[in-house]
C-alpha cells in the first residue's frame, strides 16, 4: 500500500492559505505541492464541505481560508480527508480456522486499534494554529 500524503499537503495548504492577501487559484496549490490542480480541486473539495475553506471561480478565484485556525484541528482535517488509512500494516483472516491466525489476529487487532486511538487522540490536540509562524510575513 502507498503512504497517503494528503494529510500534510493539505496542512500544508492550509497554513499558506492563512493570512494570505487574495484567493489561491488551484494551479498555485498544484505548483506548492507538485501535484495536479485536479487532485488539489478533490482534496480542497472535503476542507470546503467542512468551512474551513471557501472557493471562487473564474480568473481571479481560488482557495481562501475562512475557519480561524485556532478552531481547526489536525483531526478535523483528517475527517474532511474522509479519514485516510492510518496504517498500512494489518492483520489477516486468510485462514480463519487456524488458531495461530486467531491469536496473532486478536493480538495485531487490538494494538492496531489502540495506536490508531492515540495517535488520534493527538489530532485533535493539534491545532492548524501550531504550524503557524510566530509572525505572519
Wanted: aromatic content about 6%; overall charge negative.
Amino acid at each position: 500500500m502507498r503512504a497517503d500524503f494528503r494529510l500534510a499537503r493539505m496542512l500544508h495548504v492550509l497554513v499558506h492559505l492563512h493570512g494570505r492577501k487574495g484567493a489561491a487559484s488551484s494551479e498555485e496549490i498544484a505548483g506548492m505541492l507538485d501535484t495536479n490542480p485536479v487532485l488539489v480541486r478533490r482534496m480542497m473539495a472535503g476542507l470546503r464541505t467542512a468551512g474551513y475553506v471557501s472557493s471562487t471561480a473564474g480568473r481571479s478565484g481560488g482557495w481562501m481560508l475562512v475557519a480561524d485556525p485556532e478552531q481547526i484541528t489536525v483531526l478535523d482535517v483528517y475527517q474532511a480527508l474522509e479519514e485516510p488509512v492510518i496504517f498500512a500494516i494489518g492483520s489477516s483472516v486468510d485462514h480463519p480456522g487456524c488458531a495461530a491466525e486467531r491469536a496473532i489476529t486478536s493480538t495485531l487487532d487490538v494494538a492496531l486499534a489502540q495506536a490508531a486511538g492515540t495517535l488520534l487522540r493527538e489530532f485533535g490536540a493539534t491545532r492548524l494554529s501550531s504550524f503557524l509562524p510566530a509572525t505572519q510575513e
